[in-house]
Nanobody, 125 residues
Framework: EVQLVESGGGLVQAGGSLRLSCIAS????????KVWFRQAPGKEREGVSW????????FYADSVKGRFTISSDNAKNTVYLQMNSLKPEDTAVYYC??????????????????WGQGTQVTVSS
């Protein structure tokens, strides 16, 4: 059974930092792209960043480029999202997901096969 468990969310002031973690189990770690999505109240779920743990390739949405960094510890089957210079508009529930695609469309929620339960990130102004 595939399981994705996120942690690390919380309340932070604008300009602050948080690091999210996603521990994955139940599948071959390198077979999927690891994707971070987020969903703010009243908005559609959007892709934030993804990583291919087999070759280290990463990709970021324009809204977080230069502020967020995705990484992985393959020995621990864990993916991280380091979020710096946080803004109030980053407030959302953040989800870890797995996608069989590694390229165009990986940030589309429609292409994710498995999802974590989400972790709340709130950035105060």
């Amino acid at each position: 059974e595939v399981q994705l468990v996120e942690s690390g969310g919380g309340l932070v002031q604008a300009g602050g930092s948080l690091r999210l973690s996603c521990i994955a189990s139940g599948f071959t770690f390198d077979n999927y792209a690891k994707v971070w999505f987020r969903q703010a109240p009243g908005k559609e779920r959007e892709g934030v960043s993804w990583i291919s743990t087999s070759d280290g390739h990463t990709f970021y949405a324009d809204s977080v480029k230069g502020r967020f960094t995705i990484s992985s510890d393959n020995a621990k089957n864990t993916v991280y999202l380091q979020m710096n210079s946080l803004k109030p508009e980053d407030t959302a529930v953040y989800y870890c997901a797995l996608s069989p695609t590694k390229g165009v469309g990986t940030l589309s929620p429609d292409n994710a096969d498995y999802w974590g339960q989400g972790t709340q990130v709130t950035v105060s102004s």
